[in-house]
C-alpha cells in the first residue's frame, strides 16, 4: 500500500487542522493506521493509531485529549483531527500502514507516506 499525506500548513496557536492520509492499493482495511511526527532536531515520534474498523484507538500523552484519529475504509483514507494545536506540535506528520495490533512502535509499520509539515505559531 503507497500512502500520502496531506491537509498540513500554518495555522496560530490554538487553531485547528485536519490531516489526511490517502491510501492507494489493496487491502487498506486489514491495516492498522498510525500517525507520528518529527520535529526539527528530534527523532520520530508516535501520535495517534487505529484499528482496522475504528474500534481502538491509541494516542500519545501530549496529543490526548486534543487529535482524534479516524479512517474511513470505503474511501481508503485515514485522518488526524488536531485541535487546540500548540507551538510545540509544530513537526513533519507521517502516516504509516501496519501489521496486527495498533501499536506506538514504528517498527509495527511497513509503509510510510512522505509527510506533510504542520508549523503553530505562537
Known amino acids: 500500500v503507497q500512502l500520502q499525506a496531506s491537509g498540513g500548513g500554518l495555522v496560530q496557536a490554538g487553531g485547528s487542522l485536519r490531516l489526511s492520509c490517502a491510501a492507494s492499493?489493496?487491502?487498506?482495511?486489514?491495516?492498522?493506521m498510525g500517525w507520528f511526527r518529527q520535529a526539527p532536531g528530534k527523532e520520530r515520534e508516535f501520535v495517534a493509531a487505529?484499528?482496522?474498523?475504528?474500534?481502538?484507538?491509541l494516542y500519545a500523552d501530549s496529543v490526548k485529549g486534543r487529535f482524534t484519529i479516524s479512517r474511513d475504509n470505503a474511501k481508503n483514507m485515514a485522518y488526524l483531527q488536531m485541535n487546540s494545536l500548540k507551538p510545540e506540535d509544530t513537526a513533519v506528520y507521517y502516516c504509516a500502514a501496519g501489521l496486527g495490533f495498533i501499536s506506538s512502535q514504528t517498527s509495527t509499520y511497513f509503509s510510510w507516506g512522505q509527510g506533510t509539515l504542520v508549523t503553530v505559531s505562537s
Open positions: 492499493g489493496r487491502g487498506f482495511a486489514n491495516y492498522i
Open positions: 487505529i484499528s482496522l474498523s475504528n474500534h481502538y484507538t
